[in-house]
């Protein structure tokens, strides 16, 4: 698999639609009524309408020649929900491309018009059922143009694109920890912070609206205020604690609990068989600990 295709001879197919039988079939009854009669005119109509035929056929064909399929974002959701994959069809001639249909299971999803030097994004979407990574579904691609006379259509093709899914979250539950909590600075201690900690000594270079002044004032050392961090609750987030469980329902829970420890503010960490994941906070710590668990015991 890649995630460019670009669709040629070999990936291309086409045959007449109900219209185009019909229309082959007037052209057969007209011919041989200009042979019965022997009628110019008749002739003359019957060899255009047939060259319209033949030209349909050459367009409908390039409608689809060398269009570009190629894999965008997918988002990762959880088991359960809908992934949705983005994927762009383009276009590099200088040729508009029209009536271009997309479709996913024999379904069609989205018909688009691509203008030349274009592309255009279809979103596809497929609904989960268990964690890991999930693989974009095979599409297709049509048209008509530009007469509805034949129908040409490309194989099912398969881009090397993937979703990851995380566990599904179980109900809300109780956060339980290996140890007892601590409380750690999440950001240090470093001037501009919100939350004050403490004095020092003054320094030259010192900002001047750090000094703390009512103690100048009153005749005193010169001292510079120091501001840092919140302080906020540090956990683990521990497999063992979850014994008599399954695995799934291990990871489930343990899936909500890092999203309830987010929510919360705190700092916490991740404790796996043979795997752990260093106490943190925000939206790439949750990331990474909802990917390991995840990926848990998958081969990847």
Same mark, same amino acid.
Request: hydrophobic letters at 45%; charged letters at 15%; proline letters at 4%.
């Given at each position: 698999?890649?995630?460019?295709?670009?669709?040629?001879?070999?990936?291309?197919?086409?045959?007449?639609?109900?219209?185009?039988?019909?229309?082959?079939?007037?052209?057969? +009854?007209?011919?041989?009524?200009?042979?019965?009669?022997?009628?110019?005119?008749?002739?003359?109509?019957?060899?255009? $309408?047939?060259?319209?035929?033949?030209?349909?056929?050459?367009? #409908?064909?390039?409608?689809?020649?060398?269009?570009?399929?190629?894999?965008?974002?997918?988002?990762? +959701?959880?088991?359960?929900?809908?992934?949705?994959?983005?994927?762009?069809?383009?276009?590099?001639?200088?040729?508009?491309?029209?009536?271009?249909?997309?479709?996913?299971?024999?379904?069609?999803?989205?018909?688009?018009?691509?203008?030349?030097?274009?592309?255009?994004?279809?979103?596809?979407?497929?609904?989960?059922?268990?964690?890991?990574?999930?693989?974009?579904?095979?599409?297709?691609?049509? #048209?008509?143009?530009?007469?509805?006379?034949?129908?040409?259509?490309?194989?099912?093709?398969?881009?090397?694109?993937?979703?990851?899914?995380?566990?599904?979250?179980?109900?809300? $539950?109780?956060?339980? #920890?290996?140890?007892?909590?601590?409380?750690?600075?999440?950001?240090?201690?470093?001037?501009?912070?919100?939350?004050?900690?403490?004095?020092?000594?003054?320094?030259?270079?010192?900002?001047?609206?750090?000094?703390?002044?009512?103690?100048?004032?009153?005749?005193?050392?010169?001292?510079?205020?120091?501001?840092?961090?919140?302080?906020?609750?540090?956990?683990?987030?521990?497999?063992?604690?979850?014994?008599?469980?399954?695995?799934?329902?291990?990871?489930? +829970?343990?899936?909500?609990?890092?999203?309830?420890?987010?929510?919360?503010?705190?700092?916490?960490?991740?404790?796996?068989?043979?795997?752990?994941?260093?106490?943190?906070?925000?939206?790439?710590?949750?990331?990474?600990?909802?990917?390991?668990?995840?990926?848990?015991?998958?081969? #990847?």
């Amino acid at each position: 698999m890649s995630d460019t295709i670009t669709f040629g001879r070999r990936q291309l197919f086409m045959l007449p639609t109900r219209y185009g039988l019909l229309f082959a079939l007037l052209l057969a +009854v007209q011919l041989a009524a200009a042979i019965n009669y022997g009628n110019g005119l008749a002739y003359a109509l019957t060899f255009l $309408l047939g060259s319209v035929a033949v030209v349909s056929m050459l367009y #409908t064909h390039r409608n689809l020649s060398q269009l570009r399929l190629s894999a965008g974002s997918s988002a990762p +959701v959880f088991a359960g929900d809908l992934a949705r994959f983005k994927i762009f069809l383009a276009n590099d001639s200088a040729v508009p491309r029209l009536g271009i249909c997309i479709h996913q299971d024999k379904k069609q999803i989205a018909c688009v018009d691509i203008a030349a030097h274009d592309s255009a994004a279809v979103d596809l979407s497929l609904m989960t059922v268990k964690r890991g990574y999930l693989t974009a579904p095979p599409v297709m691609i049509s #048209t008509r143009f530009p007469l509805g006379l034949l129908y040409s259509w490309s194989r099912r093709m398969t881009l090397a694109q993937q979703c990851l899914v995380y566990a599904r979250p179980a109900e809300p $539950l109780p956060l339980q #920890t290996s140890s007892t909590e601590t409380f750690e600075s999440v950001a240090g201690l470093k001037p501009g912070g919100d939350d004050f900690i403490g004095v020092r000594e003054f320094h030259a270079g010192d900002s001047p609206h750090h000094v703390d002044w009512k103690a100048v004032a009153r005749g005193g050392s010169w001292y510079t205020k120091q501001f840092g961090g919140a302080y906020q609750a540090t956990l683990w987030l521990d497999w063992d604690t979850l014994a008599g469980l399954g695995v799934e329902q291990r990871l489930s +829970v343990l899936t909500r609990w890092v999203l309830d420890a987010e929510i919360a503010g705190m700092l916490y960490g991740l404790r796996l068989p043979q795997h752990s994941v260093a106490p943190a906070n925000g939206a790439d710590h949750q990331h990474q600990c909802l990917k390991v668990l995840a990926l848990f015991g998958l081969d #990847t």
